[in-house]
């Protein structure tokens, strides 16, 4: 039986490429998102045909007990979960504070934060039992610090830093690696960026920044995932971040309204 | 008519001690708390004695409206709010994954980041209009480190800090002074450290670490609280800690478990 | 006899102005600056023509113990150093790192964090045998995140940063308070700012950018400086950070090249 | 011909162990280290006698031109560096500030700090002419935060941060990838940290901490080493930890003298 690896947020970006590469390398990868059965399938056909071993289900994360169930049903189903992947975003663009309601503000959290806190809560006593398990959180720049529009992401991803470190200092120690995964730029994704900026403007930036591996790969991010999750215990990394050669890190400001750079 | 300080979260200890201090300096206080009727009226009339103005509202801040509708009757009723402190702490003492329950991460949530959302929602619109105002919010460590037990705190505390950056680029160019003050220590505060630890301990504690101001005297914070609040807009201060001389920075880990410092 | 605060590096801007504040607040301000007799005296007779005290010293701080001496002539002469402020920059605009010899680098490091250390190793063990002392450390966003053209810069200050914790490590247990002030944005400065921009360019973002308080006041300024100086032993900031209200800060990175604010 | 990994300060720890993998994987390695010429030549044959290709030198790399003649030469009899490991420490243990004189100091950082430096300015703009190159650092922890007895070492390995942090800024859109590892905790490593304990308490380390994969492998080290140096452009990283399971992490500090932790 092949060790399994579970994707929460498995689009056509990240989270599906993260599967489609642990499949390769010999897990059973079960991928989960919210919509789109036929994306969803499409990622399924796709390992299978290259010899590998999946599963797909629809499953909208913030639901009651959508994680708790899922979770309860893989291990049963197929196998021990020795690696999951923690892939939703919470990024909806950039909002000022008076155009974020607080549904938004508050399913930011549901997803960026909450949903965490609830995979680890039902999967990490399973982990402990068997005494090791891997859990790799895709984080964004606004772990880091809060921006202009970024109310509603920045609160949830901050959250989802701290909780990264309080489950890594309570579960390292019990043969949990967990792992917060800074991805520091946009990423040639069609579910999420393409979503985000539309069809047309996705394309252009493609042919223009991406032509020069200026946005992420999913692939290329993949193989670091790949590489974490393989760690030796005694080297563990808690905290990376990636980014494309051409951009600008997210400590590095503007010298926007500054007469030197200092 | 007084400038108004409205004090989210007046209890014994920073609250309640903030509003005196600005109610000293010429401001009506207006101090909301949870519970304990009798504690607030103490403050109100202790404020009242010495001379200042001072107003004071039993409020569950977690609840539908509360804090919209206190923010709305004091505008109305009392004056323009110039200063808020947000001073809603979330702290449950140590507790285990599996000791913290969804109903407690999310009430951590509300009181820690939602609580905050809501106030500058409802509060910053009417700032702006009047060009500036000043929101001060106390802070955690947890904001800036997770840790074993810190489950709910830490992402409450970490999304309130990137909150704060987000609140403070939208809204600092336009007038109004977002500050993140972290308490790094133990307050000598009878309604929150003296609940958590019970009357004995919280004694003996002051009786030996407090006897040698090793900790946090909430009259000592409340005077950063005012010069902070007060600060020419050519120098705020966005973030600042406070700890006691004896006590160990967040940063500064212990050499448990390791060789050497390193 | 009045308690002694000296200044390393006390030009027109941050440094002078401090010592002013200090000596209107009863100390005796002992000023050192590198050239400029004529701009050291007047700062000197302006505090006395005020009705303060106040002495003044050329001195090149990075010579073999030029530092050292001072300190020991100070307080055989004048008192005993209550404050200190080390207020040396290491700014020397951007440059590219072709552009950046070993000299100039070595100079950086000089200026920025070796005259601290020697600063703190000379005098630290009277404030110590005293009981308490106060180091006030101006320091400059290059100590928080390194940027293109700051390679000598970033690595002095991030240096300066790091020992500002170490020294507030050793020392803060037994009376000494360090703090770090981050000076994040352009200060109303002619003697640093100005001269990095040439007289006509300084005076056009004063009337810009500094006629709508865009510029550090150094006056401001000093109020922080004393109030951290005055903080009680229960309640110290290590650090904090001040910038003008229109500014953004170091952690709030540009969209330029970014799709979205992420 | 086969591109060449220089790696300055070649130890049996890290340093060895980082080239020997990079010779595995098809690299010339150029060992480079202060002493201990016997120890050397043992590392070249080992990697010769496996079937790769090695060069060792001494070298003191705080010599006028030691680091920028080495360079040159290699380039010109080995060939082009495509990879360059600078492996220096600047670790001399916990010492307090009167144990720290001004030549230790000095030392730290030129060791830590100015070392990298010279690389980069000799060693970039050949890489920039080439499109392409690779410098992975070694940090630790005192890069992070100052602490009791870190002086020196804080402010070397701090202001070293802050130069990657800088040469990434201007370098890495120039096709240059440049990582600070950040090495946190204690690595089995005989040449540093057995020559810092001696040899009883460190055989005594690797029987207990080490037994339970508590010290940081340095062979495990190297495959992070190899990964981050073959990223895609698009996918960069520039900081990542590594630290053993049962290690606590340099933000989590202890709750010595903490009522609760916070």
Same mark, same amino acid.
């Given at each position: 039986?092949?060790?399994?690896? +579970? %994707?929460?947020? /498995?689009? @056509?970006?990240?989270? &599906?490429?993260? =599967?489609?590469?642990?499949? *390769?390398?010999?897990?059973?990868?079960?991928?989960?998102?919210?919509?789109?059965?036929?994306?969803?399938?499409?990622?399924?056909?796709?390992?299978?045909?290259?010899?590998?071993?999946?599963?797909?289900?629809?499953?909208?994360?913030?639901?009651?007990?959508?994680?708790?169930?899922?979770?309860?049903?893989?291990?049963?189903?197929?196998?021990?979960?020795?690696?999951?992947?923690?892939?939703?975003?919470?990024?909806?663009?950039?909002?000022?504070?008076?155009?974020?309601?607080?549904?938004?503000?508050?399913?930011?959290?549901?997803?960026?934060?909450?949903?965490?806190?609830?995979?680890?809560?039902?999967?990490?006593?399973?982990?402990?039992?068997?005494?090791?398990?891997?859990? +790799? %959180?895709?984080? /964004?720049? @606004?772990?880091?610090? &809060?921006?202009? =529009?970024?109310?509603?992401? *920045?609160?949830?991803?901050?959250?989802?830093?701290?909780?990264?470190?309080?489950?890594?200092?309570?579960?390292?120690?019990?043969?949990?690696?967990?792992?917060?995964?800074?991805?520091?730029?946009?990423?040639?994704?069609?579910?999420?960026?393409?979503?985000?900026?539309?069809?047309?403007?996705?394309?252009?930036?493609?042919?223009?920044?991406?032509?020069?591996?200026?946005?992420?790969?999913?692939?290329?991010?993949?193989?670091?995932?790949?590489?974490?999750?393989?760690?030796?215990?005694?080297?563990?990394?808690?905290?990376?971040?990636?980014?494309?050669?051409?951009?600008?890190?997210?400590?590095?400001?503007?010298?926007?309204?500054?007469?030197?750079?200092?």
């Amino acid at each position: 039986m092949k060790p399994v690896c +579970l %994707v929460i947020g /498995a689009g @056509a970006g990240i989270g &599906g490429t993260v =599967g489609k590469k642990f499949a *390769a390398e010999g897990y059973h990868a079960v991928l989960c998102r919210r919509s789109d059965e036929e994306g969803l399938q499409k990622l399924v056909s796709d390992i299978k045909a290259a010899g590998g071993e999946a599963s797909g289900f629809l499953m909208n994360a913030v639901d009651d007990n959508a994680i708790e169930e899922r979770v309860a049903e893989v291990e049963k189903d197929i196998g021990p979960i020795e690696v999951v992947i923690y892939n939703l975003g919470a990024q909806i663009g950039n909002r000022s504070l008076a155009e974020t309601p607080p549904k938004t503000f508050e399913l930011g959290w549901r997803m960026g934060t909450f949903g965490l806190y609830r995979l680890a809560r039902c999967l990490f006593p399973k982990m402990v039992e068997r005494g090791s398990g891997t859990l +790799l %959180v895709t984080s /964004a720049t @606004a772990a880091m610090r &809060g921006n202009a =529009g970024q109310h509603s992401h *920045a609160a949830a991803m901050g959250g989802r830093r701290m909780l990264c470190q309080s489950l890594n200092a309570e579960f390292a120690p019990r043969g949990i690696h967990v792992a917060h995964i800074l991805v520091d730029g946009s990423v040639d994704a069609p579910d999420t960026l393409g979503k985000l900026l539309g069809p047309e403007k996705f394309q252009e930036l493609r042919e223009t920044q991406g032509a020069q591996d200026g946005l992420l790969l999913p692939e290329k991010i993949a193989e670091t995932y790949f590489h974490v999750a393989r760690q030796h215990r005694s080297v563990w990394t808690h905290e990376l971040d990636l980014r494309a050669w051409t951009d600008v890190p997210w400590f590095n400001s503007s010298a926007i309204g500054r007469s030197v750079t200092i």
